[in-house]
């Protein structure tokens, strides 16, 4: 079963803050947190975030190249974040990371049998959720759901505790998770009474409402994360066309998913709960096998009181034992723990934390990985070593780290990380290093020649010569503080120091001990031979006239008795002095061996140091073409600031356009309200013309019955006559407003075009269309005048066919005003439905 979610998790701002507590305090103060400064992806990213550790590099200022290249950055990095309760780590330092984005592990116990931290199985939880959910998720949904899971976890766990894995328990989950949202309905008919709620809300009720998903007490840095998130989702989908819908879906999918969530942990509480059925106690595994618990742990899971543990210890300290010292000390007292193998994690420039024995809130580190990154801060982050004037005052200051970095304590144990801080960051006078350690020029041979070991191209690096400047310093801190030498040792940290001589564990010679043992060859081989010319030089023994004594003789004379021992004596000492001499000379032949060696061992030292020497140049080399590119560097600041200044006055031009063009549109859409208003009128003139046409042909075929109606025809031909007035002034109108119209364009023309010239970008702007009614009115013939006045028989022909007539309907279908048989009546030619001439002009 894959615990994996199935697609990205990992949002560009989690990549950015662990990026930015990864490196150096003074590196991380001159970057910036925020993503639109490095043209971040909006979306998740990949495993490691490359792409963003790139853009990182080219926006550091050459300050992270101490740190190899950007791909090792991020390796180290995803190491780094990648322990469990990493988010949690995130809460303690002050930033939020969601959603959950580590990778769950399983773990093997000492019984090689299968655990899972049961922090990782609320991350497990949201990956299922991820992966059965067939629609869209947004990164709102994906943050609640991740603020609740956290929540949860929060309340029920404690500390760090592991249940037994088995694939069954999450299949059946999954299953669930499955069916239930199958039950999800997507009808827009179901969310209707829903969607005239929510979408009606101000966005900081709709904040609330959707904070109100999460039942618990929401601390201001979630909810500004939170809000951040929302409006970032309103303000990208607020003008689709189906805006509403989507909120509401949002909303209604949310709302069950995280029931749904909290009714699956309310059942299987012995997964998302402290307790099981064996205690469980974290085996750290480091270096060289050496394997460790956390005392507290321990004692927790005994039922030992732990206040028993400090022994004199300091509160953020906390003691450990090797796993043989727990199986001397406890006996069967541990036999029904599951010890779980852990292995330390450490990323290249910076430990991994581990969470704390008691709390999961608090996180470790081992002691001697607690110096190594202090001391890197202090030399290379603070750089206090360059600043203070002689080691008279850095020496109170290393006095003070011998509180955490206890050298009597021979057994490893970890500090609380939330208390090791040190005010190291005055900004003192700049000094040479010479200044404060005369003798790291001593070091400097044996660590390059260990950096230039273990670098990873085929030449040395920046981040090379930044190692060799970091090892050079630390020999010097070592050697000028016994204690800290000493507590390096004890925690078996001597390797970790490239040039460091411990006497205790060193097994190699080094150069100067090859040196004194050449020397004390040389001795030995003058000795040996003047020894050998010694016996020489004397008459041999051997050739002494033995004389020839019988044992009357003896027997009888007492003097030539005494004479034949001495001369056995003398025969004894003799071939003891032959036998001394042959092992003298097989020595003196494997010394003139050895000799030889140490000869070639001297030669090829030689030959190493030729080759230091001309590592050394290159370094210096290195060192000027730092140099240089820091000169570049300061170059491209100034380039930099005057590209912003240039920039700021670009924007000032655009801003000013904006208003411009926003001043000419509106001015436009009041004209075109104008000219509309006017067309409007002008139809209404023409309607009324024709209405008036159509009663002058009804008025002629009633001319036989009335006499006045020469008067009415008159009158008839000067409102016809007025019309047309109001006709022309209507035309003289609208080629006046039309000129404005052309004028405006050209002013707003003569802007584009000095903005254009005066950026050098090379911006292009477009004329904002003129917007036409689709007529063309400077052509008068596109104005329908009414036809002249022709002869009484076209008027008498036209007013058999007039709709100026009563049709018998007692009321207007306008002003509602009964009509009389005298009004003029007008039909519309839509619907047929009489009104009053005056009603439907107005």
Sequence with gaps: MNLNSPEAV???????????N??????????????????????????????LVVRLFENSNLSLRMYGSSEELAENVKIYRSSPGSGLYADANGYLLYPYYTTPVIYRSLKDEQYLCKSDAYIVLQNLTLEVYPFEKPQVLRVLLAIFLRSQ??????????????????????????????????????????????????????????????KVDWGEPEAAFFERILRRYVLEFHVAPN?????????????????????????????????????TVRLFEDHGGRQLVM??????????????????????????????????????????????????????????????PLNNREFFVLAIDAFFDLMRNVILGVKLFQKIPHWGVAEPICVSWYLAFKHEEKNPYFILLNELNSNLKNELAHLGLTTIFPEIQNHAKLV?????????????????????????????????????????HNQKGCSRVYALKCNECESKPKASEIQKTFEDLKITKETSESSKKAPEAS?????????????????????????????????????????????????????????EEFEDQKQKI???EKEIQEKLEEIEQLKGKVEKSLKIAEDNGKLISEVTKLTDSIAELNEEHSKQTEKFLESQNQQFDQISHLEYELDMARQTTEILNQKILELENQKAENENWQAEKQNLHLEIQENRGKIKEFYDENIRMRTENEVNQRMIQQLLDKLSSATSSGNSYSNPPVATSGRDYSNPVNYRRPESLSSGSKYRSACSGSTYSNPGISKCEICRYELKSDDRIYKCYQCRCPSHTNCASN
């Design 539 to 595: 008459p041999p023994l051997q050739k002494f006239p033995e004389p020839t004594i019988t044992q009357k003789e003896s027997k009888n004379c007492e003097k030539c008795f005494r004479t034949c021992e001495m001369l056995n004596e003398a025969k004894k000492e003799l071939k003891s002095n032959e036998n001394r001499i042959k092992n003298l000379e097989k020595k003196l032949s494997t010394k003139e061996k050895k000799l």
């Design 448 to 488: 390059y020649s260990e950096v230039d070991k273990r670098k990873k191209g085929s030449v040395l690096r920046t981040c090379d010569l930044f190692d060799s400047i970091e090892q050079c310093q630390l020999v010097c801190v070592l050697e000028k503080c016994p204690k800290l030498k000493k507590f390096v």
């Design 153 to 214: 976890e929060l309340k029920n766990l404690k500390r760090m505790e592991f249940l037994k894995f088995d694939q069954k328990d999450f299949a059946s989950i999954k299953k669930e998770i499955e069916k239930e949202i199958k039950s999800f309905g997507t009808d827009p008919a179901e969310f209707f009474p829903m969607m005239a709620e929510i979408t009606n809300l101000a966005f900081p009720d709709l904040h609330l409402r959707f904070k109100n998903l999460v």
């Design 295 to 356: 005392k507290a742990e321990l004692f927790n899971a005994i039922n030992k009181p732990t206040n028993l543990i400090k022994n004199g210890f300091d509160e953020i300290c906390f003691e450990a034992m090797t796993m043989e010292d727990v199986q001397k000390q406890f006996g069967d007292q541990i036999k029904d723990i599951e010890f779980i193998r852990l292995p330390i994690l450490r990323a290249k420039d910076k430990a991994v934390p581990l969470q704390g």
């Design 243 to 279: 805006f509403k819908y989507l909120l509401t879906i949002l909303y209604s999918t949310a709302e069950r998913i995280i029931n749904l969530l909290k009714k699956i942990i309310d059942n299987r509480l012995e997964i998302f709960l402290l307790g099981g059925p064996r205690p």
């Design 10 to 20: 990992l949002s560009p701002e989690c990549v950015l803050l662990t990026t930015l």
């Design 606 to 608: 030689q030959e190493k």
């Design 22 to 51: 990864y490196v150096l305090d003074d590196i991380t103060a001159k970057m910036t947190p925020d993503l639109s400064k490095f043209k971040a992806p909006t979306s998740y990213v990949k495993d490691k975030g490359e792409e």
